[in-house]
């Protein structure tokens, strides 16, 4: 069965730092999100990206944080300054119809 | 108020109870209703969704909305200890974002 996938499941890094958080969504969607859940707390929309664009993004999503589809199978978050309070899961998710969102495992996100 | 609000729980049920999770919201823009399962530190699983009012059913799992009250269950049959997992509704207007609950920890026991 076809499945989003994260790479890394688990990224350490200083706080100042970028990072590029990786996700391939199921191969035949056509819109990809990214969520994020701080440990504890509810899961909160980040950006959703469709046709190479942005279609929407919460206040969350600030000028330090830029998505990207390089190519026709990899869909990335990158955070450009890290702050402490950035660390959390990671959820990238993708759909062919608008609402059945499908989520990957996750990327685990610690800011030291 | 919340814009969706879900008990933390944690439900605590013996093996073969019927299972009963809730979510209430208040934007009526509301139309598609999700219910997910979430294992400690893994991502969000999509069991049900569900458009308007009304029933539906996938194996022992039923999903029912209720748009007058602004309210929506999840009825889970014959819980099995593999249930015992958060269980997370979500909804959206018909676009992309998903707006979620805070997620009901369930715990069925042997």
């Known amino acids: 069965e076809p499945e989003v996938t994260q790479t890394p499941s688990h990224q350490v890094t200083q706080m100042g730092q970028e990072v590029i958080l990786r996700c391939v969504p199921i191969s035949n969607h056509l819109y990809f999100y990214w969520y994020r859940q701080i440990l504890g707390q509810k899961v909160e929309f980040l950006v959703s990206f469709y046709n190479n664009e942005i279609s929407e993004k919460s206040e969350i999503f600030d000028d330090q944080f830029s998505v990207e589809r390089p190519d026709g199978s990899n869909f990335t978050l990158k955070i450009r300054s890290t702050k402490l309070e950035d660390s959390a899961m990671y959820f990238c998710a993708s759909s062919d119809q608008v609402n059945e969102q499908f989520f990957g495992p996750g990327t685990r996100l610690t800011v030291l | 108020q919340k814009e969706v609000e879900q008990d933390p729980g944690p439900l605590s049920v013996p093996e073969g109870a019927i299972v009963s999770l809730n979510c209430t919201y208040s934007?009526?823009?509301?139309?598609?209703f999700m219910w997910y399962r979430q294992y400690s530190r893994k991502g969000p699983e999509l069991l049900m969704y569900t458009y308007s009012s009304g029933n539906k059913e996938d194996g022992r799992f039923t999903a029912q909305v209720d748009k007058s009250s602004k309210y929506i269950s999840l009825f889970i049959r014959d819980s099995q200890p593999s249930d015992s997992a958060t269980y997370l509704c979500a909804m959206n207007t018909g676009f992309q974002k998903l707006v979620f609950g805070t997620g009901t920890r369930l715990l069925v026991s042997p």
């Open positions: 934007n009526s823009a509301f139309q598609y």
